[in-house]
């Protein structure tokens, strides 16, 4: 079992910054993908950003350029630093790990809204 655990969402207004923090807990040794979905309202849950299962990078393109997604070294945090927010980045964001089981890990969500 694996536990996330997120934190750093809140209010923001338009091209403003917020970072947002994930840590994993439990067998967090066997996470193979770790990254960030989100969910508007209404909307599907999609994908954000996420380190691959070996090591590399996926941005989905609105927010290529304005998002980073970061992890520490012992590759059981991961982070997202979000510059130049726009309105419609508004979204629940969760953070999702995968395990060498292929078993999908959610975190529990953290709102960001941004304002115009």
């Known amino acids: 079992q694996v536990q996330l655990v997120e934190s750093g969402g809140g209010l923001v207004q338009a091209g403003g910054s917020l970072r947002l923090s994930c840590a994993a807990s439990g067998n967090s040794f066997t996470i193979t993908r770790m990254g960030w979905y989100r969910q508007a309202p209404g909307k599907q849950r999609e994908l954000v950003a996420l380190f691959t299962s070996v090591g590399t990078t996926m941005y989905t393109d609105s927010v290529k350029g304005r998002f980073t997604i970061s992890r520490g070294n012992a590759k059981n945090s991961v982070y997202l630093q979000m510059n130049n927010l726009k309105p419609e980045d508004t979204a629940v964001y969760y953070c999702?790990?995968?395990?060498?089981?292929?078993?999908?890990?959610w975190g529990q969500g953290t709102q960001v809204t941004v304002s115009s």
């Open positions: 999702n790990a995968l395990n060498s089981l292929l078993s999908d890990y």
